[in-house]
Structure formats: structure tokens, C-alpha cells
């Protein structure tokens, strides 16, 4: 069966960085557009970044842009997400998802297009 398995969460200072990993597996990774939410206590799930199947294309919740960057290698079948100048609001639990040959912005932003889900990571932000 297919699974995705997130790592690399933790407690960190504001400031600092962390480098998430979902490692899939039970799916043919390179044919999926892989995308990162996160959910923060009493909020709803929001779309973090994502990237394209042939992995041609990267999108980004404005909140995040120039401080996260998505990065895929399919040998190892695991999508990344490098998490730089960390904020407090950044605190949530963070998960990755898997989308069948996904490739356009309005598909991969919205949460309910994607096919698997990971059981996510938390990451903690103290100020």
C-alpha cells in the first residue's frame, strides 16, 4: 500500500532552520506532484508549497515564499522542504501529500486534489 512518511520536525528557536523529509513509498513517486501543508491548533489546513510531477514547477503560500524551497529527488523516492528564518506562526504540524501526475497551481494548493497523505510532522517555533 501506499505510504508517505514525514521526518525532521522538531522544536527550533525562532530564527532558525529545519529540513523536513517525506519518503513515499507502494507508488510510482516520479509520476506524482508532491505538495507540503501544515495545520496549526484550531486552524484549518493550509497549503504550504508544492511541485509538479515532471518537477518543472514550484508554488508557495505567500507566507512562506523566499524563506521555504520544495525539492524532490525521485532515486530516493522523498520530497523535501527546507524551512529557513523560522517564525513563531510557522508552528503547526506539517504534512506531505501525493497528487497522480499533478502539475497546475489551482490543483495543487487545494488540499483535496491529492491522493495520499502523510500522518505529518510537528515543528515548533518558540520565540
Known amino acids: 500500500q501506499v505510504q508517505l512518511v514525514e521526518s525532521g520536525g522538531g522544536l527550533v528557536q525562532a530564527g532558525g532552520s529545519l529540513r523536513l523529509s517525506c519518503a513515499a513509498s507502494g507508488l510510482a513517486f516520479s509520476d506524482y506532484a508532491m505538495g507540503w501543508f501544515r495545520q496549526a491548533p484550531g486552524k484549518e489546513r493550509e497549503f504550504v508549497a508544492a511541485m509538479s510531477w515532471l518537477g518543472d514547477s514550484t508554488y508557495y503560500a505567500d507566507s512562506v515564499k523566499g524563506r521555504f524551497t520544495i525539492s524532490r529527488d525521485n532515486a530516493k523516492n522523498t520530497v523535501y522542504l527546507q524551512m529557513n528564518s523560522l517564525k513563531p506562526e510557522d508552528t503547526a504540524v506539517y504534512y506531505c501529500?501525493?497528487?497522480?501526475?499533478?502539475?497546475?497551481?489551482?490543483?495543487?494548493?487545494?488540499?483535496?486534489?491529492?491522493?495520499?497523505w502523510g500522518q505529518g510532522t510537528q515543528v515548533t517555533v518558540s520565540s
Open positions: 501529500a501525493a497528487k497522480y501526475v499533478g502539475a497546475y497551481y489551482d490543483d495543487l494548493v487545494n488540499s483535496r486534489r491529492y491522493d495520499y
